[in-house]
C-alpha cells in the first residue's frame, strides 16, 4: 500500500513584500500599547518567523519573553549583539566561566509595545497562559554609555483607538 501523504497547508500569510506597516501592527499589537522598563538577559532565541524572542525580568521581579517581530526583528540585531558582547565580557571577568549566571548579566532597556497572551501546554497536558511583550521601540545604552533609540511607534488601528476612547 502506497504511504499517503497528508495535503500540505495552504500558506495564509502574504507575502513580506505586500505587508504594510499598519497591517503587520494590526495584527502584533491587538491590545492597549504600554511602556515598560525591563532588564534583558542573554537568553534568546528566534522563531520561525524570525521573530527575536529575549529573557528578561520586569522591576518587581517578574519573568517575561520579550518579542522583536516582523519588521523590527532586523532593527533589534543590536539588542542581541549588545547581550551577546555583555555575556562575553562577564564571562572574561569571572575566573570560572562555567559558573556564570546569565540572569546577572542584564541590559536595561524601556520598551514601547503590548502585552500578548501565549499559551504553553505543561507535560500533564494542561494549557498555561504566559504573557509575552510584543516590543515597537525601545531604547538601551550603546557600548560607549549613550542612549540609542530602535524600532518605531506602533501603529494603533481604528477599531483598537475607538474602544481605548469608549473606555477612558
Known amino acids: 500500500m502506497p504511504d499517503r501523504q497528508m495535503p500540505a497547508q495552504a500558506e495564509r500569510r502574504l507575502h513580506p513584500r505586500l505587508v504594510k506597516p499598519e497591517y503587520e501592527d494590526s495584527g502584533l499589537f491587538k491590545r492597549?500599547?504600554?511602556i515598560i522598563n525591563a532588564a534583558l538577559v542573554p537568553q534568546f532565541s528566534h522563531s520561525k518567523r524570525g521573530d527575536l524572542i529575549v529573557r528578561g525580568?520586569?522591576?518587581c521581579g517578574t519573568t517575561i519573553e520579550a518579542v522583536f517581530a516582523g519588521r523590527r526583528a532586523?532593527?533589534?540585531?543590536?539588542?542581541?549583539?549588545r547581550l551577546r558582547k555583555m555575556l562575553?565580557?562577564?564571562r572574561r571577568r569571572?575566573?570560572?566561566?562555567?559558573?556564570?549566571?546569565?540572569?546577572?548579566?542584564?541590559?536595561?532597556?524601556r520598551i514601547h509595545g503590548a502585552w500578548r497572551p501565549r499559551f504553553v501546554r505543561n507535560r500533564a497536558g494542561w494549557e498555561t497562559r504566559n504573557w509575552q511583550f510584543m516590543a515597537a521601540q525601545w531604547s538601551m545604552l550603546d557600548g560607549f554609555g549613550a542612549v540609542r533609540q530602535f524600532g518605531e511607534p506602533p501603529f494603533i488601528s481604528q477599531a483598537l483607538m475607538k474602544s481605548l476612547g469608549e473606555g477612558h
Open 74 to 81: 532586523k532593527t533589534a540585531i543590536p539588542v542581541e549583539a
Open 88 to 90: 562575553t565580557n562577564a
Open 32 to 34: 492597549h500599547p504600554c
Open 57 to 59: 525580568f520586569l522591576e
Open 94 to 109: 569571572v575566573a570560572d566561566a562555567t559558573t556564570l549566571n546569565a540572569d546577572m548579566v542584564r541590559l536595561y532597556a
